[in-house]
């Protein structure tokens, strides 16, 4: 379960983000503050959600469509990489 008060949405996709180990990034144009909670089924030991679990809870991408309304879109694009090189310290 993830439950957040006065969050954006920004806030809830990189929460997400680091839930399922991949970048979100937030399309939906919405401003503001949210309350928010969203319950879901673990994940599967190879990162892939799980249809359901036991006690019915939906996987993560569905249960944000159901719940909350979002949705969540696979796609590449570009994004910015900060990469700090301590080699450059030692020269």
């Known amino acids: 379960m ?8 920004r ?8 839930r399922v180990g991949r970048p979100i990034i937030d ?22 959600p799980v ?3 036991p006690d019915g809870a939906a996987a993560i991408v569905t249960a944000l469509q159901e719940q909350l309304g979002l ?11 900060l990469v700090i090189d301590g080699r450059a310290a030692h020269a």
């Not at 993830?2 to 949405?9: D, M, S």
């Not at 949705?71 to 990489?81: Q, T």
């Open 2 to 9: 993830l439950r957040g008060e006065a969050v954006t949405i």
């Open 11 to 18: 806030e809830i996709a990189a929460t997400l983000a680091l």
């Open 27 to 48: 399309r939906t144009g919405l401003e503001g503050f949210y309350d928010a909670e969203l319950n879901f089924a673990e994940e599967s030991k190879a990162g892939l």
């Open 51 to 53: 249809d359901a679990a």
């Open 71 to 81: 949705k969540l879109e696979a796609r590449r694009e570009p994004i910015e990489v």
